[in-house]
């Protein structure tokens, strides 16, 4: 089993259209996470951590649900500019110190006009 | 903008022949990273750096050998290329709040 899973999409939705992604992890013990958003043919940018209260930031709120060892992104007011692939990153309990980070495969939006 | 910089951002070499990839930063961070992206495995750990002359082996550091000689440069060396180690590779520093950020990418070729 991959330590971290997402469904690799495509997700294609309509302008406007509010949208998730799901992601799991399988350690319970791993501490941090984090979405990257990754546009095609560029690096990996950070959107935002995703704490264990849950954190929003614009049109985007994350979730952690430690008991179903899973975390959440929701998109709401999808924008043509939110097409690209969204990354689910954790750190397991062995990342410590040195931040060892554990990227999934990325799920693919296309917000479609 | 994390100040950091990848050289060179293409290549294209032979099996074979010893490739070295530089990463550059501006900013001064201790820890630093190299990953390779491939289609169906997301971004995989190669090796990092905790500090100058500190470094250490990541999940497919097999065929890589890294330095770091000074705090802004961390050089990641391929001793005798290999196509499989065909790729996009990433560069990576770590903040203070232990979120890390990216550099352009190196894509490597290696016919």
């Known amino acids: 089993r991959k330590e971290v899973e997402q469904d690799p999409g495509p997700f294609n939705v309509p302008e406007g259209a509010t949208v998730a992604f799901n992601c799991t992890y399988s350690?319970?013990?791993?501490?941090?996470f984090f979405w990257y958003r990754q546009d095609c043919r560029k690096e990996p940018k950070l959107l935002m951590s995703?704490?264990?209260s849950g954190n929003e930031d614009g049109r985007f709120t994350a979730q952690l649900n430690r008991a179903s060892q899973y975390i959440s992104l929701l998109i709401r007011d999808s924008k043509l500019s939110d097409s690209a692939t969204y990354l689910c990153?954790?750190?397991?309990?062995?990342?410590?110190?040195?931040?060892?980070?554990?990227f999934g495969t990325g799920t693919l939006l296309a917000v479609q006009p | 903008d994390a100040g950091i910089t990848q050289s060179p951002r293409h290549k294209v070499t032979e099996t074979g022949t010893p490739v070295t990839l530089r990463c550059h930063q501006t900013?001064?961070?201790?820890?630093m990273y190299w990953y390779r992206q491939d289609p169906g495995h997301g971004l995989r750990l190669i090796h990092y750096s905790y500090g100058v002359k500190d470094t250490d082996k990541g999940e497919v550091s097999d065929g890589y050998s890294v330095s770091r000689s000074k705090t802004e440069d961390f050089l990641l060396t391929l001793e005798s290329a290999t196509s499989s180690q065909t790729s996009v590779y990433f560069c990576?520093?770590?903040?203070?709040?232990?979120?890390?950020?990216f550099g352009p990418g190196t894509r490597l070729t290696v016919t």
């Open positions: 990153v954790v750190i397991p309990p062995y990342g410590g110190a040195t931040n060892k980070l554990i």
């Open positions: 990576a520093i770590r903040d203070t709040l232990y979120e890390q950020y």
């Open positions: 995703v704490y264990s």
């Open positions: 900013e001064n961070h201790r820890y």
């Open positions: 350690n319970s013990a791993s501490q941090s």
